[in-house]
């Protein structure tokens, strides 16, 4: 039987994979780069979370340029390990082979191609206790390197500055502090874009964020394309019952004939509100008991 942890891990892989992959295509596209993700290696049954191959001229130097990688070659695959997936050594070692099964069929050499993993949290064990699998250089803020022919770069969301070329990744900070301080920052510059993306990989954080700076109107404004685009696929996962609390009385009155509003209600309901003495209400209970027998 799976573990919590890796129920939680694979929940996570599914749930926040695609927006990564999602956001990376977004951001490549700005610069008229097309990436490719899930990509198969080999006839294992292995993949790349994203592949990005810069053969075309000029495109090196776009990425270096626009974006967070800066380092990359012509061929460079990512991979992402969420808050609940952390990274092991034996990851390490399974995203290298797939580096190496990519190198092998097509035929290029280890000096055009970089792997990068992109990690929430900073893997300490990796880093700091596994010296005789792999050595890491620090290049610069939260970003490592291995000191191979085939460089694996470690990219840490955590510890990275809050600049736009680093916005796709600080979408995936495991860090409250970090996120609530970029979700800031977004607002500052009325980023729409990323407050989307934002608000899909950390709802909650994202609601409350907005809320305490007073950016009601754009948390409102993410919720009214969540149900413009997913409304009707929402409402068959709430119970009737569920979905009904939600709607204000005079709504779910609306449309509603005389006679079907009063079915179902008892005596005691149906004259609530009326302004009538003690005795008059029992003789009109009395003469409404004689008519339709409905008790009281």
């Known amino acids: ?24 295509t977004f951001s490549f596209g700005e610069l008229g780069i097309p990436i490719q993700t899930q990509v198969e290696i080999s006839r294992l049954p292995r993949t790349m979370d994203v592949l990005v191959v810069a053969e075309q001229s000029g495109n090196l130097e776009k990425i270096r340029h626009g ?10 695959s990512i991979e992402f390990k969420g808050k609940s997936d952390s990274l092991t050594i034996f990851d390490y070692h399974l995203i290298l082979g797939r580096a190496h099964l990519y190198i092998g069929e097509r035929k290029i050499s280890s000096s055009e191609m970089t792997v990068t993993i992109v990690s929430a949290r900073k893997p300490i064990k990796v880093l700091r206790q596994n010296q005789n699998d792999v050595k890491w250089e620090a290049i610069g803020v939260g970003h ?21 070329k680093y916005y796709p990744l600080l979408l995936f900070a495991a860090s409250k ?15 729409v874009t990323y407050i989307d993306y ?19 109107s754009l ?5 009214e394309r969540i149900a413009k685009t997913f409304g009707p696929d929402l409402i068959s996962f709430l119970g009737e019952d569920e979905l009904l609390e939600q709607i204000p009385l005079e709504v ?17 309901e149906r004259l609530r509100g009326l302004n009538l003495d003690a005795e008059t209400l029992e003789k009109l209970k009395e ?9 009281s």
């Open 1 to 24: 039987m799976p573990t919590g942890d890796n129920t939680e891990s694979t929940i996570e892989r599914h749930e926040i994979d695609p927006i990564l992959k999602e956001v990376l």
């Open 67 to 76: 974006t967070a990688f800066d380092f990359f070659r012509v061929h460079n």
């Open 144 to 164: 490592y390197v291995s000191t191979d022919l085939l460089p694996v770069h470690l990219v840490v969301c955590n510890e990275l500055p809050i600049e736009s």
């Open 177 to 191: 502090e970090k996120f609530r301080r970029f979700i800031l920052r977004l607002i500052e510059e009325e980023n």
């Open 198 to 216: 934002a608000s899909r990989t950390n709802p909650e954080l994202a609601k409350e964020v907005l809320r305490m700076a007073g950016k009601q």
């Open 219 to 223: 948390y409102e404004k993410q919720l």
């Open 252 to 268: 779910r009155m609306r449309g509603l004939t005389l006679e079907e509003r009063l079915r179902g209600l008892t005596l005691e």
């Open 287 to 295: 003469l409404i008991n004689g008519q339709d027998g409905v008790s």
